[in-house]
């Protein structure tokens, strides 16, 4: 079973593996907050600007762990409905319409927290690599492969440190490639792949984002040489 030290080690190994691809000005979307250390090392090897696309779960009524749907960030925010347990509760509109609008609070929030004013990364005709730190049921990244499917990329890649088989096979109609280092078949959690897989705190988030655009900037301010 392939192991990872921390998930600057997993970012390093997936950069290895993204840097024989061929990308037309790529930029590298992480889903934080534990996806944002694994991209960061992603988006430095590729010198490709970094940012975050923020999902969240719609909680089912009297169920909030239970998740009906999800929310995704953009200029239109796009709502993804899990059909399946969408049928099964039978949630009003009114309710999906309230928790939307509370979890695109959180988003609101979070977006001015970890971009700190900075404008959202342009996406349109780019290769956009989604990345998070492994994937247990997906469901997240595909909400997020889901909202960018109307963006107007040029190409869309997932790409991962670990997930079971299924879910990569499930997710990869959603992109034009969905990869992972490692795929084993007896899949537990995403955890049990890492030696340290300390929860990243929003402080870590919006320091490697500052990073990021620092370095972006420091690469365009630089004169050209030859």
Known sequence: MLRFENRTD????????????????????????GGVPVACEVAEALKAPLDVILVRKLGAPGFSELGIGAVVDGATPRVVLNEEVMDALKPTRDY??????????????????????????????????????????????SAALAGLSDAGVARLILAVPVAPPAVLDRLAPQADEVLALSAPAHFRAVGDHYEDFTQVADETVIALLRRAADRQKADRDAPAHG
């Open 96 to 141: 999906v319409e309230d928790e939307k609008i509370r979890q695109l609070e959180v988003i609101d929030r979070r977006r001015k927290l970890y971009r700190q004013g900075r404008r959202p990364v342009p996406l349109e005709g780019r290769t956009v690599i989604v990345v998070d730190d492994g994937m247990a049921t997906g469901g997240t990244a």
């Open 10 to 33: 997993a970012g390093r190994r997936l950069a290895t593996r993204l840097a024989g691809t061929v990308l037309q000005d790529p930029v590298v979307l992480a889903l934080p907050r």
